[in-house]
């Protein structure tokens, strides 16, 4: 029991984690519409510090769901099982936070998905207005890391 007590106080950790993360990508997300550089580079940073934390986390979970295995002598363990056919008292509790974390999980996915696009959006407007002013370098990059060559602008050109 004392591994499945362990298991329920990573999750309550891991949702813990996952509840900032979806607080950091929802303000992240109104920092990109208001162009604001400067906010959206601070949550970046906020986002690395969380996702370390989630490998960590990550890491605890399969490590106990390992001795849980090796104690109960079955392979291939998930929560939804444990919870069912191991966690007696602990059972509603192990549910209650899988779905919670399978929700948080999905909102996460959705938001950084509804983040690519929102940045691939401002690139393409970013790119489209460099080229159309003729500002972009000789040999450059393009946004889908194809290697281009871009006209110079005149003021490039001659000083």
């Not at 919670?100 to 959006?121: C, G, Q, R, W, Y």
């Not at 370098?137 to 006209?151: E, F, H, I, L």
């Amino acid at each position: 029991m004392e591994n499945i007590t362990a298991l329920i106080e990573i999750m309550q950790s891991q949702i813990k984690l996952y509840t900032e993360m979806v607080s950091i990508l929802k303000e992240e997300k109104q920092a990109a519409i208001k162009w604001d550089s400067k906010l959206t580079n601070e949550l970046a940073k906020a986002k690395d510090t969380l996702t370390y934390k989630e490998k960590f986390l990550s890491e605890a979970f399969v490590n106990c769901i390992r001795r849980i295995e090796k104690e109960s002598g079955i392979d291939g363990l998930r929560v939804e099982t444990i919870a069912r056919d191991m966690a007696g008292e602990y059972s509603e509790e192990l549910m209650a936070l899988r779905n919670e974390l399978m929700d948080l999980t999905k909102e996460v996915t959705s938001l950084n998905t509804a983040l690519k696009i929102l940045f691939k959006s401002n690139m393409s407007l970013i790119n489209g207005l460099f080229t159309k002013l003729g500002v972009g370098g000789r040999n450059t990059y393009s946004m889908n890391k194809a290697y281009k060559t871009v006209r110079t602008s005149t003021i490039c050109q001659t000083g």
